[in-house]
């Protein structure tokens, strides 16, 4: 007897639930959040990486490396020194104010001056 395939997706899709379901019942409800998150973000094929480093260190120069064009300015004057999240699709910048009292301001890259 032979065992049918099984597909990475389906292992990974299936541990999250299982994780999300036990820590549900065990009231750990902040894990269940994240786990949900982490399924949300399996299911978009979503990756995140994180980069921190002095000022002027080459951040934005290695990512636009990585990127494999200039999707980040880069330069020996700060240009992108606050949280920048890049994704695929048509471009846009989305603006988030410093309070929590105003909606996020949408615009193109175009727009922006630097």
């Known amino acids: ?7 990475l ?4 899709e299936s541990a999250l639930s299982s994780l999300k379901s036990l820590m549900d019942q065990w009231g750990e409800r902040e894990t269940a959040r994240v786990i949900a998150d982490l399924q949300v973000k399996e299911q978009r094929h979503e990756l995140t990486l994180a980069f ?3 000022f002027s260190a080459g951040k934005s120069s290695m990512i636009n490396r990585l990127c494999g064009s200039e ?3 880069s330069g020996p004057i700060p240009t992108s020194a606050n949280v920048v999240s890049i994704r695929s699709g048509a471009p ?3 603006l988030y ?3 929590d009292k105003q909606a996020p301001w949408e615009t193109t890259p175009d ?4």
């Open 1 to 7: 007897m032979r065992a049918e395939p099984v597909k």
């Open 9 to 12: 997706e389906q292992v990974k």
């Open 52 to 54: 921190c480093g002095h």
């Open 71 to 73: 999707v980040l300015p």
């Open 92 to 94: 846009r910048v989305l």
């Open 97 to 99: 104010p410093v309070t």
């Open 111 to 114: 727009r922006l001056h630097f």
